[in-house]
């Protein structure tokens, strides 16, 4: 190499030397999690919600997806269950107060968790949640998602009021 391109290439790294991480910090303070740009849905995220509708390996593949992510940030989540058509689990707080599960979640299962939920509302977390919730005071629960929202509210149920039902699922 010349010395006037060893100089370049010397005076380029001293140039960023004093560059910064993007989301490292600011001034020497962390930065907020509001301060963190937004994150896109990842290449196949994206592939998966191309046609319009989320099959059963794709809302699975994106789970994993965003269980990897998660535990790669070192906050991995807990209580997984797999059922036949919802997978139920705990995200720690750290991980939400840091942004990692806004990160992860947007990036990897978001956009496919949502059109998966509408798609099966029925059988989602929170209608089997408040079924379990209004059996257990005294209320035979209907079927549609629609219908036991309606029930719960009547019996003035909440999802987070029944939360104690959810070990039964």
Not at 19 to 33: I, K, Y
Not at 60 to 84: H, K, V, W
Not at 141 to 155: G, K
Request: aromatic letters at 6%; proline letters at 6%.
């Amino acid at each position: 190499m010349k010395h006037s391109a060893k100089a370049l290439v010397l005076a380029a790294a001293l140039a960023c030397a004093g560059c910064s991480v993007p989301g490292a910090s600011a001034d020497g303070a962390p930065l907020t999690r509001d301060e963190l740009p937004p994150v896109g849905p990842s290449a196949q995220q994206t592939m998966a919600l191309a046609d319009g509708s989320v099959s059963l390996p794709e809302y699975q593949d994106a789970f994993a997806r965003y269980e990897d992510c998660m535990s790669d940030a070192g906050q991995p989540l807990a209580n997984i269950t797999r059922g036949e058509k919802v997978i139920a689990y705990s995200v720690p707080d750290e991980a939400v107060q840091s942004g990692d599960d806004d990160r992860c979640y947007q990036r990897e299962f978001a956009g496919v968790d949502e059109a998966w939920q509408i798609a099966n509302e029925d059988d989602s977390f929170t209608t089997r949640l408040l079924q379990a919730c209004l059996i257990g005071h005294g209320i035979t629960p209907l079927e549609s998602a629609v219908d036991v929202a309606e029930q719960a509210a009547a019996a003035g149920l909440t999802p987070d009021a029944c939360q104690g039902y959810a070990g039964s699922l």
